[in-house]
C-alpha cells in the first residue's frame, strides 16, 4: 500500500529510535579497508569477516603493500571467508588500480567503483554512503530487499536495482543510508527471513505485511 510522506518519515524515525546507531557492522579504520571487507562479505558474515581483517591489514598495513602482496598468501589469511581465490585476485588487483590511478584513494563516484574487481552497486553504495555521505545513497542487500518489501516501501521485487529506485523515490535522501544499515539490524534481531517477530516490531503501525497478516 503506497504510504504518504508523513508515514515514511515515521517509519524511519522508529527505525531510528530502536537503532540509534545506524551504521556498518564491518570494521574499517581505512577507506580502502572498508572496499575490501564488502568484497570478503559476499557469501560471508561481517562478523567472520570483522575476524580476519585485522591480521590481514596488520600484515599489509598499506595499500602499497596490499599492490605487491602475493595473491596466494593474501589467500591464506581469507582463507575462511569462502571464495578466496577470487577474493584475495579482487583485493591485490583493486588495490593496484587505486595506487595506479587514484593515487591511492578510493574513488568517490558509482561509474568508477564499478570499474574495481569485484565491486557491484552495493558496494559502490556502501562507499559513496558511508565514506562519502552521499545523500539518496541504498545499499538493497539480503535484509534491505525483503523487509522494504513486506512494509510495502516497494512492489515487492527481489531485483537490488529496483529495491535502490523504489527506495529513493520515497526515503528522505540525508536518512537513505543510516536507514539501510538499520534494516540489516532489524532483519538479523527482529523481521528474520523465515521468521518475523511482528509483536515485538517496532514497524508494526506501517507494515503491510504485518496489516495482511492480521486481517485474516
Ligand atoms: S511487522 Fe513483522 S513483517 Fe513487518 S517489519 Fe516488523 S517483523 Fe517484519
Given at each position: 500500500?503506497?504510504?504518504?510522506?508523513?508515514?515514511?518519515?515515521?517509519?524511519?524515525?522508529?527505525?531510528?529510535?530502536?537503532?540509534?546507531?545506524g551504521i556498518c557492522s564491518l570494521q574499517y579504520p581505512k577507506p580502502y579497508e572498508l572496499l575490501f571487507s564488502v568484497r570478503l562479505s559476499a557469501q560471508c558474515t561481517d562478523e567472520r569477516v570483522n575476524k580476519v581483517t585485522p591480521a590481514l591489514f596488520a600484515r599489509y598495513s598499506t595499500l602499497e603493500a596490499l599492490a605487491e602482496a602475493d595473491v596466494t598468501e593474501v589467500e591464506s589469511y581469507i582463507h575462511s571467508t569462502g571464495f578466496f581465490h577470487a577474493k584475495a585476485r579482487d583485493i591485490v588487483a583493486s588495490a593496484q588500480i587505486l595506487v595506479s590511478q587514484y593515487a591511492g584513494r578510493v574513488p568517490d563516484t558509482m561509474e568508477e567503483l564499478l570499474k574495481l574487481p569485484g565491486v557491484g552497486r552495493k558496494t559502490a553504495n556502501l562507499i559513496l554512503g558511508d565514506v562519502y555521505h552521499m545523500p539518496g545513497v541504498v545499499v538493497a542487500d539480503t535484509h534491505c530487499i525483503r523487509i522494504s518489501g513486506r512494509l510495502g516501501l516497494t512492489d515487492g521485487t527481489k531485483d537490488p536495482v529496483k529495491v535502490e529506485t523504489q527506495l529513493r523515490k520515497v526515503l528522505p535522501p540525508e536518512e537513505s543510508n543510516d536507514f539501510c544499515h538499520r534494516l540489516v539490524l532489524h532483519g538479523r534481531a527482529v523481521c528474520m527471513a523465515r521468521r518475523t517477530d511482528c509483536g515485538n516490531c517496532t514497524l508494526r503501525p506501517w507494515c503491510d505485511h504485518f496489516t495482511t497478516i492480521t486481517a485474516k
Open positions: 500500500m503506497k504510504k504518504t510522506k508523513s508515514e515514511v518519515n515515521a517509519l524511519v524515525d522508529a527505525l531510528k529510535r530502536a537503532y540509534p546507531d
